[in-house]
């Protein structure tokens, strides 16, 4: 469990100029010509984990999706339900910055839930509610809201971490008290090089171009602050870019 | 959400001799004769419901299950989990009568949770826990076991009725932060005629024979009493029979 | 089998103004008032089936797909293709006409066959195969060539109608002498109101439009000229709209 | 394709009393105390070919199965279909040594295609055809036979060896002319110590015992007989154990 996530965070070496990877002949894929650095390092970790929110998500073809939270992972999960045939999707955020974003990859809808109960939305819309929902955030009130907006039989996809707290919890009733078929289906970024080819090979044909994600950029000796802002979320950041010196 | 339940529990005439079927060209299946009729009831709740939590479970050929709780619907899982190719399972309940049985219908290990602890046990038996759980009771305790005891990419399906409380508690760790890549899976018995006569072809050819289910008979005129008793649960009851009178 | 080929094709009335559904319930869903009635027509069957051919395929998001034969069914499974989160869609078909469609649907490169070898150009672009083939024409020539064009663990996908002959042969070889592990798969165009329904979604909002595939137009009583066009398939006839008089 | 049988049959030392295995660490697992040798040989291919016979099959729990030849894998195929919940099997074969072993391992009915037509009493006993068919011989003849024997919509799987012939024909009526949606699946032995293990406890808690499959025994300096008597198939042969000098 969360071997991809110590491999990340707990190997030495992850900002370092090269970097040791277990298994290099199954995890390492070249990168297209025609695909910069700065747009490749996406299908690591957002492109894969947002596009993993949507495929456990079980789309049906022309279904309805809700995707809770617009962040980085979030925005990337709206990508993907609409790469997976999604009929309709809604993107949920508090922040215009980010519901633009939502709209720009793909959102057909958006929620303003500062300004709109997005479950009581969802239902006006959709009827019986959502085929599928995702959680991009990792937190009780996204959790439950997915479980409320979501059709009995249909599918809630976790993508957020959960950091805080002894437990989530499961709204009963909305549940369906343990009978509404309702899936709960969480995961962890999915890598190996056949899956960052084929993630390559979205963003080489136009399917996705994940640089909007790019808001900041620094050098290299600037990684504290960057490090520093992600914290924050200061300034409207939603990735920065770290550029290594090249001598 | 629930239709079948509506269907069992507040349509008028369920008790009657005669009773309407809606869609009765898609609902209804001849019992084979080799069948006796105390014997087929069974497949109308407690094999279709005990036999989907297996089927929910995504049980891999010589995989590892636990099934919580050894009532009716936790002994048809139990069978289900044998019928589906389980290399290991395991029956967890508190009453020695239930446990015997759970053994006689194909538990290879019995739990006795007033006696050890059960997420311990397992753990000891599997490593890194089940590949599958399955919650035939409806509650906290066993709903939270099932997830601690389930190794990551494993699967927590639920065949109990959850009656009580305005949420379900996920264990946040145990459920690995959301990206333990376990899915939790609900659902309703399912119907059909499709689905009786598969589930009649098991008894047909020997595959299970739920009769000793069957602890308690009673004449129609009797029904109170065997309610009565499947709320108190008193002597020791697993299901009563109901006799109609035949003119 | 074929019951959606015999409602269709033998059952009396369907080209009467009125015609009688069997389970109206489950098989008629109103069209969107932002949707004419000539485009919505095509949910009934091209989308339905050519979609089938995609969705029957086990696309993995961003992989490989070729599509065999680019008539309005094969077009659409170009279109179900991209929906459904292919990197790569390749178009084949010998009508350039048909080519130029294909690209207009979504397919990242063309071939035509009778200018190349297809299953060599495939080769080319994918070195091991595309993840999965789909047949739109019903003949022995485009099922080899799926078969050759598949990497082992592939999934064939027919769509198209097999007419003539005792057999349809499958290349030993090419098929990994029996265990290639590629799937072969067919179908016929799945109905019902919630497919219908979402198949409208797709259309209402701006993933498909149907509309360039009518190439000609009659009054109901041309309409045995129309049928005879799509025999001969003259004056580059893809699709007939037959309207019915207002009185 | 065809990496595991390389690895079986051309890579050099796999007679030598020492073998290299390619990454050892996921292709060993430990046999358990219980188990002696003669018998968990067998998980290494006709456990692990013969269940993937019927892991591939889409078997419904209670539904028909037919495993057309009843040599080593189909027998394992036969108890596969077993394992995973059929509610009747049906053995086919013309030995009436392996059709009493095709009743030992599990089949409620053979059929010995000598003397009846195994097609037409499929359809007698099934109606509509079965849900499931397995091809263990790799012949033309059982493979249309399987074509023919499933109903609409059900699973044709595939783990014979296709060793002669351009083609495999497939009967265009009865696969319904492209359009009965019967899947046509095929595979090599899956592999992997996590198959490994879960076989070996399909053994350890007794599921299945693969011994009655060794009807022959010799020493290492005899194998060229042993492999010459697996070519003719004389005096029986089902399996001969080589036994390997201990010094």
């Known amino acids: 469990m969360l071997g991809g996530w110590k491999y990340a965070n707990i190997k030495d070496g992850s900002f370092a100029e090269y970097f040791h990877v277990n298994n ?112 991009c955030l990792g937190a009780q009130a996204t959790f439950e809201a997915c479980i409320k907006a979501t059709r ?25 008290v343990g009978m509404g078929d309702k899936v709960i289906r969480t995961g962890l970024c999915p890598g190996g090089n056949v899956r960052m080819s084929r993630l390559l090979k979205l963003i080489e044909h136009g399917r996705v171009d994940p640089s909007p994600l790019t808001t900041h950029q620094f050098d290299f000796q600037e990684v504290d602050k960057a490090l520093h802002m992600m914290e924050t979320k200061e300034d409207g950041i939603m990735k920065p870019l770290i550029i290594f010196p090249v001598s």
Chains 1, 2, 3, 4 share one sequence.
């Not at 957020?160 to 437990?167: E, I, L, N």
């Open 24 to 135: 290099a002949n199954a995890n390492l894929t070249p990168i297209p010509d025609s695909i910069s650095d700065d747009t490749a390092v996406y299908v690591c970790d957002m492109l894969s984990t947002g596009f993993m929110g949507a495929e456990h998500a079980n789309i049906p073809l022309g279904g309805t999706v809700v995707v809770f939270a617009q962040g980085p992972v979030g925005l990337m999960a709206t990508v993907g339900a609409r790469l997976l045939g999604a009929g309709l999707v809604i993107g949920v955020d508090g922040v215009s910055e980010r519901l633009k974003l939502s709209r720009h990859f793909g959102a057909d809808v958006v929620l303003d839930y500062t300004q709109v109960d997005p479950v009581e939305e969802i239902r006006k819309l959709t009827g019986v509610g959502v085929d599928s929902a995702i959680e």
């Open 152 to 176: 009995p039989g249909g599918t809630i996809s976790v993508a957020g971490y959960f950091g805080h707290g002894d437990s989530v919890e499961i709204p009963r009733v909305e549940w369906g």
